[in-house]
């Protein structure tokens, strides 16, 4: 499997990310975010693989995260209503995202991301 790398071209972490990416010559398919949101599927496989909590996932400083109410609301989701949530909007999920076949990277930690790939 390629390295998929799902960003927002508007957010400045992103694009950060992206920088990094191409300074460090790592091939990747880019996907933008908001045009084609991650699956229930792929989310599922991706939590699996991070070992990270699904809340890791979520875009907490969204506004629709904010409008959703999703702090007070989250804690009476099971995981796959989470996941199901999650695969609705790509603005609710947190970015970027890298996925490769054994990495998965959510946010954007230069430090963090030169240890796994760099």
């Known amino acids: 499997m390629d390295t998929l790398f799902l960003w927002y071209p508007k957010c400045s972490t992103c694009q950060k990310a992206k920088k990094w990416l191409d300074s460090h010559g790592i091939e990747y398919t880019q996907r933008v975010i908001s045009e084609e949101n991650p699956t229930q599927e ?69 430090e963090q991301w030169q240890d796994r790939i760099g």
């Open 42 to 110: 792929e989310l599922t496989l991706w939590i699996a693989q991070s070992k990270l909590p699904i809340q890791k996932f979520f875009n907490t400083s969204g506004q629709l995260y904010r409008a959703m109410d999703l702090k007070n609301k989250l804690a009476f989701l099971t995981d796959e209503e989470k996941i199901a949530l999650l695969a609705t909007d790509g603005m609710l999920v947190k970015r970027p995202i890298l996925v490769s076949k054994d990495t998965v990277l959510v946010g954007f930690k230069e």
